[in-house]
């Protein structure tokens, strides 16, 4: 009985070890928030504003596809010719980085986030990244974003020429991501994944909001199957630098993209995402993780990731446009033939505009 007793204890305070190991890893911030380290506290009330305030009570629109594309345009930054990585100097130095022609039309979206960052406790390169994450959460399909805290502000702007430019050739592009953080062509392939939540403005001047997919609001795989169909006409006037035909009224396509997807270097990853949502939302987290950190040292970071929303999940399976087949394809990878996909009924129908 005595023995039984003092197992019983035992048990019990092993028991209580663990509540008390569980609850020394929460800590309840001063807005009855719960958090896992005290620095993440601030968080939930910048992502509760942006959510509203920004992303327009939490849509896959327009400022969460100009939010991303700055998170690539800050972080991308640094390598041999200087720069701090993702650091918020294209937001601290605006006034420089903001004449370099690879970062033509951020201003809209630097505007529309200065006020933010103003209010808020936050450095511009933590805002930069945290925006871009939790924007991305309200994209059906995405994958859920790490977020790191703790980005100093920036000392100096970035050079100009690190943004690689869609007239750029593969060659280039390659050098300027391994240059920048040793991206492997697959990471520079998973990244562009974010190319499936587009409304182009400034590639050809005379139209606005251009996707680059089928698909503009949802984080699907349809910008891998549709970047690989035979280009055949212009959405407006032809002779943008930098973008080559799509196969879809309505539809832009980069000359880079259009490039990485036909190079023996990339194309069997490019095709290896068609159709295989789970290895989009793996790969381009990952890619993303690297991406966000350029120029920090991951260890002085503080995780916040459980501040990031959970987004949508998304059913719908990749096909071709409706009066398109896989004879459109042009195959560029050698070594595994096209996914077979159905095509959408119906006719032939035209991208709209976001
Ligand atoms: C080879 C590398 C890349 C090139 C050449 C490139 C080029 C471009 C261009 C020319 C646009 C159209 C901008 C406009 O007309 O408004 C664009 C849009 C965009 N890019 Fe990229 N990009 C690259 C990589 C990336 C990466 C790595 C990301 C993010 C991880 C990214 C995210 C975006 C997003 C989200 C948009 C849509 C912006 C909007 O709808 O306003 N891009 N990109
Ligand atoms: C702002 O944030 C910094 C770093 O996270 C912190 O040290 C400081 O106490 C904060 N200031 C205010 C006014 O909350
Ligand atoms: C990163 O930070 C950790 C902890 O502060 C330190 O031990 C490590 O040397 C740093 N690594 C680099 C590459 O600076």
């Known amino acids: 009985m005595a023995f039984k007793s003092i197992l019983a204890i035992l048990a019990l305070s092993a028991v209580l070890q663990s509540v008390e190991g569980a609850i020394t890893r929460r800590i309840a911030c001063p807005d009855g928030n719960i958090a896992s380290n005290a620095a993440c506290c601030p968080l939930f009330a910048i992502r509760d504003d942006i959510q509203e305030n920004l992303f327009d009570g939490g849509e896959c629109g327009e400022e969460v596809h100009e939010s991303l594309r700055l998170t690539f345009h800050d972080a991308i930054g640094i390598g041999s010719r200087g720069g701090g990585g993702a650091d918020g100097s294209i937001i601290t130095f605006e006034t420089q980085e903001l004449t370099y022609h690879a970062n033509n039309g951020l201003d809209e979206i630097i505007d529309r986030q200065k006020p933010f960052i103003a209010k808020h406790n936050i450095t511009a390169g933590d805002f930069i990244q945290f925006a871009g994450a939790v924007g991305v959460s309200n994209c059906p399909g995405a994958p859920r974003l790490d977020f790191f805290l703790g980005r100093p502000t920036a000392a100096a702007a970035a050079p100009d020429l690190t943004v690689p430019e869609p007239f750029d050739t593969v060659d280039n592009i390659l050098a300027r991501f391994a240059d920048a953080g040793g991206f492997s062509p697959e990471e520079v392939v998973a990244l ?144 595994t033939p096209f996914p077979s996909l159905s095509t959408d009924p119906g006719p032939v129908t035209s991208v709209a505009p976001v």
């Open 192 to 335: 562009l994944a974010s190319h499936t939540i587009v409304a182009s403005d400034h590639v050809d001047p005379t139209l606005e909001g251009v996707p680059f997919d089928s698909t503009p609001s949802t984080f699907d795989t349809q910008f891998f199957v549709e970047t690989q169909l035979r280009g055949t006409l212009f959405p407006g006037t032809g002779g943008n630098q930098g973008e080559v035909e799509s196969p879809l009224a309505g539809e832009m396509r980069l000359q880079s993209d259009s490039e990485l997807a036909r190079d023996s270097r990339t194309a069997c990853e490019w095709q290896s995402f068609v159709n295989n949502q789970a290895k989009l939302q793996s790969a381009f987290k990952a890619a993303m993780r690297k991406m966000t950190i350029l120029g920090h040292n991951i260890s002085q970071l503080t995780d916040c990731s459980e501040l990031i929303p959970t987004p949508k999940a998304l059913t719908k399976i990749a096909t071709f446009p409706a009066g398109l087949t896989n004879a459109d394809v042009e195959q560029a990878c050698a070594s």
